[in-house]
Nanobody, 124 residues
Framework: QVQLVESGGGLVQAGGSLRLSCTAS????????MAWFRQAPGKEREFVAA????????LYADSAKGRFTISRDNAKLMGYLQMNNLKPEDTAVYFC?????????????????WGQGTQVTVSS
């Protein structure tokens, strides 16, 4: 079992950057895919990016390509989301998630473990 805790959210002006962190408990995290999702008020949770448990395979939503970078450090049981050139429409609660599936996916229903989220607010 894995427990996930997000941190690093905050208030930033448009064009600014934030780095979100996901701290995992349980060495099983080393063999789990991890992902970031976000949920804006009144909207469904949406996929942002995912990283395979090993190697450098990644998957990004179109909205994140070129601006966001997902990474992980298995030795530290940590995951990260570097967000650059932030826009007001990026405002949301950001969630870290993990699963043990063989393939990398963007579906919310494919992820078994979730953190409680961290708020990101981008002002215009």
């Amino acid at each position: 079992q894995v427990q996930l805790v997000e941190s690093g959210g905050g208030l930033v002006q448009a064009g600014g950057s934030l780095r979100l962190s996901c701290t995992a408990s349980g060495r099983a995290f080393m063999s789990y895919n991890m992902a970031w999702f976000r949920q804006a008020p009144g909207k469904e949770r949406e996929f942002v990016a995912a990283h395979k448990w090993s190697g450098s395979w990644t998957l990004y939503a179109d909205s994140a390509k070129g601006r966001f970078t997902i990474s992980r450090d298995n030795a530290k049981l940590m995951g990260y989301l570097q967000m650059n050139n932030l826009k007001p429409e990026d405002t949301a609660v950001y969630f870290c998630a993990a699963n043990a599936k063989l393939v990398l996916t963007s579906l919310t229903s494919d992820y078994d473990y979730w953190g409680q989220g961290t708020q990101v607010t981008v002002s215009s």
